[in-house]
């Protein structure tokens, strides 16, 4: 639920632009609404990552994702890119977006997702000393697995793969001078490209992981696809349809050894 956060950090500028921040405020003020009464109708537990901004902006609904039953996860604080900013920045962002949503949701998050998706090397090791479960940033694997620390020192985080083919953003998101190309791919367009991942995953035994911007998904046409695509998901055969910490829960349950990939040296 990133709602004007997204637009904001390194671009503070666009807090001058109406329409741009039109856009975002629609996902709390309108999307995240239908979206949970989604959720309950097809009754799945899902995951919100939420900057600590957004919870200070829009408490009242932060308050509702959590009254619903679903899960509050750490997006930063001001949907600041990790790999962007010093390491005293990367502390003060996890230290302030925790602070924000104990303050406003009464919750301590377990899972981290990187703004931008773009997880630093640092990052890892700030989330385990924080507490953190799990990771839900890196593309290397089709299932989740216990992400190394350091190599050799036995810690680690549980890390749950996202990929850029399971996101809307790369499928709806046009503003100009800020995103996209001007192309906005219709909701059956991304519906059939999210069902061809879905069933490849399936046919291995991979875990699907989709993310839905409430400013974008939760537009009329598009929130009609992804609640047929819901109902398709939850009456496939031999499909555990879960929370990320639930599913975290599940993968340290399995005492994996830890893995990581390892820094280029150039």
């Known amino acids: ?5 997204a637009v904001l950090w390194n671009a503070p500028g666009n807090a001058d632009r109406m329409s741009v921040m039109s856009h975002q405020a629609y996902g709390p003020l309108v999307g995240v609404p239908r979206l949970l009464r989604m959720l309950d109708h097809h009754q799945i537990r899902s995951t919100f990552f939420v900057p600590g901004y957004t919870a200070h902006r829009y408490p009242g609904i932060v308050r509702d994702i959590a009254r619903a039953g679903h899960e509050i996860a750490h997006h930063g604080y001001l949907h600041e890119q990790p790999s962007a900013v010093d390491l005293a920045g990367q502390i003060d962002n996890l230290d302030r977006g925790l602070d924000a949503l104990a303050e406003v949701a009464g919750v301590r998050p377990v ?11 640092e990052t890892p090791a700030l989330l385990a ?14 299932v989740p697995y216990e992400l190394a620390i350091t190599p050799g020192s036995g810690e680690s985080i549980v890390e ?18 800020i995103s996209g190309s001007g192309l906005i791919e219709t909701p059956a367009k991304a ?11 399936h046919d291995e035994g991979g ?7 409430p400013f974008l998904s939760g537009r009329p046409g598009r929130a009609r696809q992804l609640g047929e695509l819901m109902a398709e998901v939850m009456a496939t055969p031999g499909v555990w349809v879960a ?13 994996l050894a830890p893995r990581s990939i390892v820094r280029p040296e150039l």
């Open 1 to 5: 639920m990133d709602a004007e956060s």
């Open 111 to 121: 899972g981290y997702r990187a703004p931008m998706w773009d997880l630093s090397w």
């Open 129 to 142: 000393a924080r507490g953190f479960l799990y990771d839900s940033s890196l593309m290397d694997a089709d």
């Open 160 to 177: 749950i793969p996202i990929q850029w083919a399971l996101d809307d953003w790369e499928q709806y998101c046009f503003l100009p001078d």
């Open 191 to 201: 519906r059939e490209l999210w069902t061809s991942e879905f069933e490849g995953l």
């Open 207 to 213: 875990c699907w992981v989709l993310t839905n911007h």
């Open 243 to 255: 929370s990320l910490e639930e599913i975290a829960q599940h993968t340290r349950s399995l005492g």
